[in-house]
C-alpha cells in the first residue's frame, strides 16, 4: 500500500500540525492539557465502571412456550454434505476396486 494514499496523507497532515501546535505550548499549557485528558479519561472510565454496578433497565421476557414440543429434527444441509457425500462414495469405489 503506498504510503501516502487515502487517509493516510491527512493523518499524517493532520499529526504534523498538531505536533507543531503542541510545540508552541509552554510547559504550563502543557501541564494544564495534560490534566485536561487526563481527567476526561478519568471521568469516562468510572462512568463505564459504574455501568456494571448499578441496576439495568428490567426487560420483558420473551413469551416461550415451555408445555409443547417446540423443537423440530435438525434437516442436514444438502449443500454442506455434497463434499462429504462425494468423498464418502468415492472412497467406497475405490475400496469396492480394490478388493478385486
Not at 83 to 92: A, E, H, I, Y
Request: charged share 20%; net charge positive.
Amino acid at each position: 500500500m503506498p504510503r501516502n494514499s487515502g487517509f493516510t496523507r491527512y493523518y499524517l497532515k493532520f499529526h504534523y500540525w498538531l505536533r507543531r501546535r503542541c510545540d508552541q505550548l509552554n510547559p504550563k499549557q502543557r501541564k494544564w492539557i495534560v490534566y485536561g485528558l487526563s481527567f476526561v479519561y478519568l471521568v469516562c472510565s468510572l462512568t463505564m465502571i459504574v455501568q456494571f454496578f448499578l441496576p439495568g433497565n428490567e426487560e420483558q421476557a420473551l413469551p416461550i412456550p415451555t408445555g409443547d414440543l417446540v423443537d423440530s429434527p435438525m434437516m442436514p444441509n444438502q449443500s454442506l454434505d455434497s463434499l462429504g457425500f462425494l468423498l464418502k462414495n468415492s472412497t467406497q469405489q475405490i475400496l469396492s476396486e480394490n478388493e478385486y
